[in-house]
């Protein structure tokens, strides 16, 4: 609908039908957990469900907004007004884990592919806070894996990234991948218009790829990944790619080695 399309809201970022979890809702602005519900006359003959899928939605950490479709059509001001005091009651949760990522840099740096060099953390612990502030700055993300054991496991846990959050995404075999905010995919294809890729394992790329920044990700700790690594930073540096390598230390912070 007109009302949440261009910079009226501020800047906020409202996706429609948007999938979570096992439920579709009218709007939603990942970034700040707000779900928008516009309720027509049926919802008066739901209320129990709805309930329960309010509750749900709460527990993920999102605020309801559930707007009458005359008040919605009638009073965009009033609408408006909700949005905004809704986002401003957000607070982010608190990154259990900050240690373990290495910064995000600025504008400035877009268009570089960064290696993340794993020693101390995990990917488990690694990939959810990077795709979090990924969808933070309103960018969605691709998230390329070549090993079907590997999607799956992803798959499951970023919907249990934590106790009181999920990731809310998409896989490309699936249904409404174009719609996805995170996308998994074992093939080429930015099915979800991301702008940013992650690669987690030997997944292809090249330095032409259009996005506005890569993130590869690889475990130091096993040798056969640390030499492919090593490879495709050799291969992307010939090839003219803008490149950064991150390093962590033994107190699990990050460095940038080159």
């Known amino acids: 609908m007109a009302i949440f399309r261009g ?10 039908q948007a999938p979570i979890g096992g439920y579709v ?12 519900e516009v309720d027509g006359g049926i ?22 907004l559930r707007i009458r479709n005359n008040e919605f059509l009638s009073k965009p001001n009033d609408v408006f007004a909700q949005i905004r005091a809704a986002a401003a009651a957000y607070t982010p949760h608190p990154s259990r884990s900050a240690r373990h990522l290495p910064p995000q840099g ?6 570089e592919i960064w290696f993340y060099h794993l020693e101390r953390s995990t990917l488990d612990q690694v990939l959810p806070e990077l795709l979090d502030r990924t ?19 992803l798959d499951e846990r970023l919907w249990a990234w934590r106790e009181d ?17 995170i996308l998994l995919t074992s093939d080429a294809a930015n099915g979800n218009g991301a702008q940013a890729l992650f690669i ?10 259009p996005f506005e920044r890569c993130f590869i990700i690889f475990d130091g700790r096993d040798e056969e990944s640390l030499q492919h690594a090593r490879g495709r930073w050799k291969t992307l540096k010939e090839a003219g790619a803008n490149l950064a390598y991150w390093k962590q230390t033994e107190q699990g912070k990050w460095e940038k080695a080159a």
């Open 7 to 16: 910079k009226q809201l501020d800047g906020l970022r409202f996706r429609r």
């Open 25 to 36: 809702v009218d709007f939603c602005c990942l970034s700040h957990r707000i779900v928008v």
């Open 43 to 64: 919802h008066d003959i739901r209320e129990v469900s709805d309930a329960r899928r309010d509750a749900w939605l709460v527990g993920q950490g999102f605020t309801i």
């Open 106 to 111: 600025g504008e400035e740096m877009s268009g």
């Open 135 to 153: 969808l933070q700055r309103g960018w969605r993300a691709l998230v390329r894996v070549g090993d079907p054991g590997l999607l799956e496991n």
């Open 165 to 181: 959050a999920f990731l809310a995404h998409g896989r490309a075999d699936q249904p409404h991948a174009d719609r996805q905010p």
């Open 200 to 209: 987690v394992d030997r997944s292809d790329m090249d330095a032409s790829e």
